[in-house]
């Protein structure tokens, strides 16, 4: 019997060895990545999570047709960021026609996080009631005892009704207030710019709760934890601080470069900085990236150009952000994630995963590479 142990453990020993010395597989952007089952990744839109060795990446389930969803939140898992394994689906979408998620509603930008106190996974993603177009523009939170789920649907709707945002004094809150909405039935004129900047949209959702579509979670140094979301029909970046258990918005947020027309925000703190890269908004199109940094999560944020380099750069590559993966172990290594879209067949959409370099002064840069391995970031060392 000792014996046998023996040559368990020096054969699960030599194994490592080899794994370890395995070359590392490069990381393709714009190719079909496919999963342990031979099948393209199914999870756009999405997120990844970082908890006890292990890498769980979340995403849109696209079907080939319809970018509704038919199926639901997949989740794939790595312990190498190249390997994935299909997990299947950690949150259904439901078959009760009553269901916010029944089949055939939209279900974008999946994000996951843990919670140390409750030691719960929550999900929050974007979602939009079937039928309704894009009108709904509501949060909604899901939750599980396991990473990979099954995650429970918890509910959804629009954010902080009633809240007016931190970063609007009374003087603000007052303009805001004298604001007529029909003095502005005209869009887009100069005017009409200036009365969204002041809060006209902020305004008209007060009551029902402000809208929620594009977003993702971050979660800071000291556990609190921040939904951020396009808001205002798409105008206005918010910054919603959560409960203590991530499962509802507390009150406290703020509005973030208003009118300024920015979608797919992705964000992650380096040497105290906050830096978050978004896009504009051209629906599936791919558009050039913003990008902005703040000393406090709450801003104020100041606006850079987009840190994108290289061939198709203006069009951030034909992608649009989707996430900034902090890689483990690594000192300041963090992978741009952004989506290719394929509108017309949703469920070849494409991935976009480039390292991030840094300036001198500290500003990221991300730059076009056809292929490239994990150990990228060593090698800058
Ligand atoms: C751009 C958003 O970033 C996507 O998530 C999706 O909502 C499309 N617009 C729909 O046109």
């Given at each position: 019997m000792r014996k046998f142990f023996s040559l368990l453990v020096a054969l699960v020993l030599t194994a490592m060895c080899v794994d370890a010395k395995a070359p590392l597989k490069p990381i393709k952007s714009g190719e079909k990545w496919l999963d342990n089952t031979g099948?393209?990744?199914?999870?756009?839109g999405g997120g990844v999570l970082f908890h006890k060795g292990t890498y769980y990446w979340f995403g849109e389930n696209k079907s080939d047709h319809t970018?509704?969803?038919?199926?639901g939140v997949m989740c794939y898992s790595s312990k190498n960021l190249t390997d994935w394994t299909q997990e299947g689906v950690a949150l259904k979408v439901e078959n009760?026609?009553?269901?916010?998620?029944?089949?055939?509603c939209t279900i974008e930008r999946p994000k996951v996080i843990y919670n140390k106190k409750t030691k719960k996974f929550v999900m929050w993603f974007h979602l939009e009631l079937k039928g309704r177009g894009y009108a709904a523009a509501r949060a909604a939170v899901a939750v599980a005892?396991?990473?990979?789920?099954p995650y429970k649907f918890l509910g959804s709707g629009r954010v902080n009704p009633g809240v007016v945002p931190m970063n609007m004094d009374a003087a603000a809150k007052a303009e805001m207030e004298a604001l007529n909405p029909d003095d502005y039935?005209?869009?887009?004129?100069p005017k009409w710019y200036k009365a969204i900047e002041k809060g006209l949209f902020v305004k008209r959702d007060l009551q029902g709760g402000q809208m929620s579509r594009d977003m993702t979670l971050y979660v800071d140094d000291n556990g609190k934890a921040y939904h951020i979301y396009s808001s205002e029909d798409n105008l206005t970046l918010h910054i919603a601080e959560l409960s203590d258990d991530y499962l509802?918005?507390?009150?406290r947020y703020v509005r973030f470069a208003?009118?300024?027309?920015?979608?797919?925000p992705a964000i992650f703190k380096r040497n105290g900085k906050y830096w978050m890269i978004c896009s504009g908004c051209t629906g599936w199109d791919p558009n050039e990236a913003r990008m902005f940094s703040a000393?406090?999560?709450?801003?104020p944020w100041t606006k850079h150009p987009s840190p994108c380099v290289g061939p198709n750069a203006k069009l951030t590559f034909g992608g649009q952000s989707t996430y900034i993966l902090p890689v483990q172990g690594k000192k300041d290594a963090f992978i741009f994630m952004a989506d290719i879209w394929r509108?017309?067949?949703?469920?070849d959409a494409r991935y976009i995963w480039l390292p991030i370099d840094f300036k001198a002064d500290g500003t990221p840069v991300v730059e076009w590479r056809d292929s490239w391995t994990l150990d990228y970031f060593d090698k800058k060392k």
């Open positions: 099948v393209h990744v199914n999870a756009h970018s509704a969803a038919l199926v009760d026609p009553k269901s916010d998620i029944v089949r055939g005892d396991k990473p990979e789920g039935k005209d869009w887009w004129t509802s918005h507390n009150g208003p009118a300024g027309h920015n979608e797919a000393d406090n999560i709450y801003g509108p017309r067949h949703p469920s």
